[in-house]
Antibody
Framework: EVQLVQSGAEVQRPGATVKISCKVSGYFFMDYYIHWVRQAPGKGLEWLGLVDPEDATIIYAEKFQGRVTISADTSTDTAYMELSSLRSEDTALYYC??????????????WGQGALVTVSS | QSALTQPASVSGSPGQSITISCTGTSSDVGDYDRVSWYQQHPGKAPKVIIYEVNKRPSGVSNRFSGSKSGNTASLTISGLQADDEADYHCCSYAVGSSLVFGGGTKVTVI
């Protein structure tokens, strides 16, 4: 059974940095991309970027370039997403999700349970 | 990359058909057949119900169908059921190997 288990909820001050983990099990870690997607309260989904654990290729959404860092640790089958210079608008549920490569890049097959990040002074 | 445009809400009666639109540009929906749709019930993670514009993953009801014309993709739910009440999100591959979502549509079964 494929499982993506994320780290717990975080409360951060404006200007701080948050790092969320996504531990994968049930498949070979390097076979699928890991994406990061967020959802602000009552809002739609927003794509932050992806990592290909096989070759460490990383692609960021233009909006988050310079502020987000995505990585993958193949020794622990864990992906990470770090977001810096936090502001109140970054308060959201952050999901990790898997997809295949190539033509399947847009098909998110499995999702983590989400990690709530609250930015508040 | 701007978000795709979806209606905020759509409603229908049990047994009816409804259609949700998802409008992008020639840099995303219009140029690629990599459009997917996700169903999200309250408090749950999204679930893929359509990919590559009109393909259904194994186990997804054939009451869900997808299509595309120009810069607009559409999701149709036929034979509306109470359990279809949820949020629906479209997603498209976009230029630069990026992905973009729509704002989400709340479906209400009245």
């Amino acid at each position: 059974e494929v499982q993506l288990v994320q780290s717990g909820a975080e409360v951060q001050r404006p200007g701080a940095t948050v790092k969320i983990s996504c531990k994968v099990s049930g498949y070979f870690f390097m076979d699928y991309y890991i994406h990061w997607v967020r959802q602000a309260p009552g809002k739609g989904l927003e794509w932050l970027g992806l990592v290909d654990p096989e070759d460490a290729t990383i692609i960021y959404a233009e909006k988050f370039q310079g502020r987000v860092t995505i990585s993958a640790d193949t020794s622990t089958d864990t992906a990470y997403m770090e977001l810096s210079s936090l502001r109140s608008e970054d308060t959201a549920l952050y999901y990790c999700a898997t997809s295949g490569g190539g033509y399947d890049i847009h098909k998110f097959d499995y999702w983590g349970q989400g990690a709530l990040v609250t930015v508040s002074s | 990359q701007s978000a795709l445009t979806q209606p905020a809400s759509v409603s229908g009666s049990p047994g009816q058909s409804i259609t949700i639109s998802c409008t992008g540009t020639s840099s995303d929906v219009g140029d690629y057949d990599r459009v997917s749709w996700y169903q999200q019930h309250p408090g749950k993670a999204p679930k893929v119900i359509i990919y590559e514009v009109n393909k259904r993953p194994s186990g997804v009801s054939n009451r869900f169908s997808g299509s595309k014309s120009g810069n607009t993709a559409s999701l149709t739910i036929s034979g509306l059921q109470a359990d279809d009440e949820a949020d629906y999100h479209c997603c498209s591959y976009a230029v630069g190997s990026s992905l973009v979502f729509g704002g989400g549509t709340k479906v209400t079964v009245i």
